[in-house]
């Protein structure tokens, strides 16, 4: 029967349902009170509805029960990070990686702790917290003047429709989860957080209108005009490495891209993490990463036993 419950719990988490997804998790609980798992995805939902002291708690008893399983430091790094208690977070995600060290959720959560608390020790005690790793990119009058600043984003604070996502972005960080689908909204990102990358060419993940028109082929044009390819170009080593690197790493970005589909967290930013360090020129991996942080609520919580 808590089998049966868990199953329920997993498959309602996997469509975003937390909450029905909580109340199956309880129900298995309740048959089955000894059972870290059951602990551990209850964490995951409760931070995913950004219930944090609820998560922290879950957490806590999953470590309590199974003390050397890495993934329950991993949902208690978590719950501290939503909390914003960093100096806690980092000591749950060291914790974890005690007992799995080449785990790469543990290794992103920790450091995200450190960033998130190097910035926090530099800001005022004034100034409001924010698990938002990039909310401090949209802040203040400095976000247009480096959009003015850069001739790739200049040109989009004439159209009304990008300035008003900026202005949304800019009130709630959290807000760019929902425009990460737009080349230009992804082009500012890289220049505010100063990413050199190339502009990507076919708008594979962006759902934006074509701008040029294709020319129709003329029936009558000769055969050797409409099958032309270009001539073969001598390449270095260098580039030869460097193509072979990108193409690796887009694979890595559609693996990603299928995890996240299925709602498996730890293994999208496992391959989004891989694909950074193989090519760090394509905003599309940061963003997309981003996007699995904020749909798992801000932090990172890995998927589930």
Known sequence: MADEAKAKGNAAFSSGDYTTAIKHFSDAIALAPTNHVLYSNRSAAYASLQKYDDALNDAKKTVELKPDWSKGYSRLGAAHLGLTQYKDAIVAYKKGLDFDPNNEALKSGLADAESAAAASSSRSRAAPQSPNPFADSFAGPEMWAKLTADPSTRPYLQQPDFVKMMQEIQKNPNNLNLYLKDQRVMQALGALLNVKFRAPNGGEDMDIPE????KPTSAN??????????EPMD???EEREAKEKKAQALKEKELGNAAYKKKDFETAIAHYTKAIELYDEDISFITNRAAVYLEMGKVRNSSFA
């Not at 701008?211 to 294709?214: A, F, I, L």
């Not at 044009?221 to 270009?230: D, F, N, T």
């Open 211 to 214: 701008t040029e028109e294709k």
């Open 235 to 237: 390449v270095s080593e």
């Open 221 to 230: 044009a000769p055969v050797e005009e409409r099958s032309r390819e270009p």
